[in-house]
């Protein structure tokens, strides 16, 4: 199991930038993926990146160019830096986990509780 804790959101204007960072209890080298998910008022949940075990990165398109994730070389801390925000980047941002076997991330199923980041125009 791995407990999860984000910090560093806030409010920014439209153009600025952020950095998440998201403290987990263990390392997470090759035997975990981790990710970074948000949630919008009045909308589901969605991945915005994720770095698997071999640390291959993904980011979803709305994102692409923006946003990069990373890990400190412990592997116990996962980053989100945020540049060029708009507004519609406004939601709930979640750190998550899931195993890494077989090549792949089986569920994202260890959470943290959250950080708010509020755009303005």
């Known amino acids: 199991q791995v407990q999860l804790v984000e910090s560093g959101g806030g409010a920014v204007q439209a153009g600025g930038s952020l950095r998440l960072s998201c403290t987990a209890s263990?390392?997470?080298?090759?035997?975990?993926?981790m990710g970074w998910f948000r949630q919008a008022p009045g909308k589901g949940r969605a991945d915005i990146a994720t770095?698997?075990?071999?640390?291959?990165?993904r980011y979803a398109d709305s994102v692409k160019g923006r946003f990069a994730i990373s890990q400190d070389n412990a592997k116990t801390t996962l980053y989100l830096q945020m540049n060029s925000l708009k507004p519609e980047d406004t939601a709930m941002y979640y750190c998550?986990?899931?195993?890494?076997?077989?090549?792949?991330?089986?569920?994202?199923?260890?959470w943290g509780q959250g950080t708010q980041v509020t755009v303005s125009s």
């Open positions: 998550a986990a899931s195993v890494f076997s077989g090549g792949v991330c089986v569920a994202f199923n260890y």
């Open positions: 263990r390392h997470t080298y090759g035997t975990y993926c």
């Open positions: 770095i698997d075990g071999d640390s291959r990165t």
